[in-house]
T-cell receptor
Framework: EPEVTQTPSHQVTQMGQEVILRCVPI?????FYWYRQILGQKVEFLVS????????KSEIFDDQFSVERPDGSNFTLKIRSTKLEDSAMYFC?????????????FGPGTRLTVL | AQSVAQPEDQVNVAEGNPLTVKCTYS??????LFWYVQYPNRGLQFLLK??????LVKGSYGFEAEFNKSQTSFHLKKPSALVSDSALYFC??????????FGQGTTLQVKP
């Protein structure tokens, strides 16, 4: 069964450093998403991406964040200068269409710890 | 504004007993509702969704969910709980823009 994969599973970084979180969506999917979950809190939407453009972003997704699809398979989330409050589990998801009935499939997540 | 609420932080049931994990929603227009499960150190796994039609939706691992429009609820159910069902369960609604809006999650603990 196709699945979304994410690397690394755990990233530890110093405050102010740049991190790149990587995701490989399901191969025939066209719509990609990043969500995050701060420990003990709900899963929150960050950004959606289609056709090499951001479709929607949340208030959390400020200038420190960027997304990219550098090749035909990877989808990345970059945080330019990490803050302590960026510590969270980051989930990548993908779906085949933008239809609201379509299911988003999630990866296992990357746990980001900012020290 | 669209929102989802899961009123219980934790649900405890004995193995073999029926389980219910509650979810209520607030949307304008037709709701598109989803349940996901998160096992320790795993991602969110899709369980089932309500789009339209039959109010009782069947999903993976024997789970089902009942959509109730008048009560704006979408409760997750299983007739006979297993210890292996112990996990964190999330209800979500799909917004008009495509993003998922999640509830805060409910921990299900099934005891032998």
């Amino acid at each position: 069964e196709p699945e979304v994969t994410q690397t690394p599973s755990h990233q530890v970084t110093q405050m102010g450093q740049e991190v790149i979180l990587r995701c490989v969506p399901i191969s025939n999917h066209l719509y990609f998403y990043w969500y995050r979950q701060i420990l003990g809190q709900k899963v929150e939407f960050l950004v959606s991406f289609y056709n090499n453009e951001i479709s929607e972003k949340s208030e959390i997704f400020d200038d420190q964040f960027s997304v990219e699809r550098p090749d035909g398979s990877n989808f990345t989330l970059k945080i330019r200068s990490t803050k302590l409050e960026d510590s969270a589990m980051y989930f990548c998801a993908s779906s085949g269409t933008s239809d609201r009935t379509d299911t988003q499939y999630f990866g296992p997540g990357t746990r980001l710890t900012v020290l | 504004a669209q929102s989802v609420a899961q009123p219980e932080d934790q649900v405890n049931v004995a193995e073999g007993n029926p389980l219910t994990v509650k979810c209520t929603y607030s949307v304008s227009g037709n709701p598109y509702l989803f349940w996901y499960v998160q096992y320790p150190n795993r991602g969110l796994q899709f369980l089932l969704k309500y789009i339209t039609g039959d109010n009782l939706v069947k999903g993976s691992y024997g789970f089902e969910a009942e959509f109730n429009k008048s009560q704006t609820s979408f409760h997750l159910k299983k007739p006979s709980a297993l210890v292996s069902d112990s996990a964190l369960y999330f209800c979500a609604v799909r917004a008009y823009t495509g993003k998922l809006i999640f509830g805060q999650g409910t921990t299900l603990q099934v005891k032998p």
